[in-house]
C-alpha cells in the first residue's frame, strides 16, 4: 500500500511534466507561420517577387530544374498573413497577402511593425528575377539573365553573375560582387567605389538616393 501511495504523487508529476513539454512546443509552433513549397519550373522564365512586408529577401539559383520555396512569419499578426504563389505564363509571382475574413490592423502604416516576414527561394540558373519590397533587403546569390530590383528602406547584396541588371535604392546601400562588368552607378548622397573590369559580359545600372554603391571584381 505504501509502495502505491509513493508513485501517485511521482506520477502526477511527471504527467504534469508532459503537460508543460506539449503545451510548450504548441506554443513554439504557434508563434512562427511557417511554409516550405516545392515547384517544377517547367515553362517558368521570371520569378516576381513583391516583397512589400517581407524583412529579408533571399534568392539563390542551382542546376536544379525545380524551385523550392521557403517561408517565415513572426509577430502579433502572423496568423493574418499568408505567402502566396501563382503562375501567370512564363512568371512565378510571389507575394504576402492579408487572409481573408481577418481583422486590419488599426494602423496601417505600422502594420509591417507586427508581421515580421522572411522569404528564401532557390530557382533555376538563367531565370529573369523582379523583386520590389518597401521595407525588405535583397541578398542574392548564382547565376540570372535579367535582374530588377526596387527598394524603398532595405538595402541589396549581389554575388554572382547577371546578363542585365537594375538595381534601384533609396536608403540602403548597394553591394555587388561579379566579373567581367559594364557598371553605371550614380549615388546622390553616398559613394560610389566601383573595381575595374578587363572584360564585358554583363551590363550593370546602379541607381541610390542615400546609399553607398561598391563594386567588386570578382575575378
Known amino acids: 500500500m505504501n509502495n502505491k501511495k509513493n508513485t501517485q504523487p511521482c506520477f502526477i508529476k511527471f504527467r504534469a511534466f508532459l503537460v508543460f513539454v506539449f503545451s510548450f512546443l504548441a506554443f513554439i509552433l504557434s508563434a512562427q507561420n511557417k511554409l516550405e513549397k516545392q515547384l517544377f519550373a517547367e515553362n517558368i522564365q521570371t520569378i516576381a517577387i513583391n516583397g512589400n ?5 533571399l534568392v539563390s539559383t ?26 501567370q505564363n512564363d512568371s512565378l509571382n510571389l507575394s504576402l497577402k492579408r487572409l481573408p475574413f481577418t481583422t486590419k490592423p488599426d494602423d496601417k502604416r505600422n502594420a509591417h511593425k507586427l ?3 522572411t522569404l528564401h527561394i532557390e530557382i533555376p540558373e538563367g531565370l529573369n528575377l523582379n ?22 528602406q532595405g538595402h ?23 566579373k567581367n562588368a559594364e557598371v553605371k552607378a550614380n549615388s546622390n548622397n553616398g559613394k560610389v567605389e566601383i573595381d575595374k573590369f578587363m572584360a564585358i559580359d554583363s551590363y550593370w545600372k546602379l541607381q541610390s ?4 554603391i561598391t563594386v567588386i571584381n570578382q575575378h
Open 53 to 57: 512586408q517581407i524583412f529579408n529577401i
Open 156 to 178: 541589396a547584396e549581389i554575388t554572382g553573375f547577371v546578363n542585365n541588371a537594375t538595381v534601384n535604392t533609396l536608403v540602403g546601400y548597394i553591394y555587388v560582387k561579379t
Open 209 to 212: 538616393i542615400n546609399g553607398d
Open 131 to 152: 523583386i520590389l519590397s518597401d521595407i525588405g533587403s535583397v541578398k542574392l546569390n548564382g547565376n540570372f539573365n535579367m535582374l530588377s530590383v526596387e527598394l524603398l
Open 62 to 87: 542551382s542546376k536544379k530544374d525545380q524551385i523550392f520555396i521557403y517561408s517565415k512569419l513572426d509577430g502579433e499578426y502572423q496568423d493574418q498573413f499568408q505567402l502566396v504563389t501563382k503562375q
Open 115 to 117: 508581421v515580421a516576414a
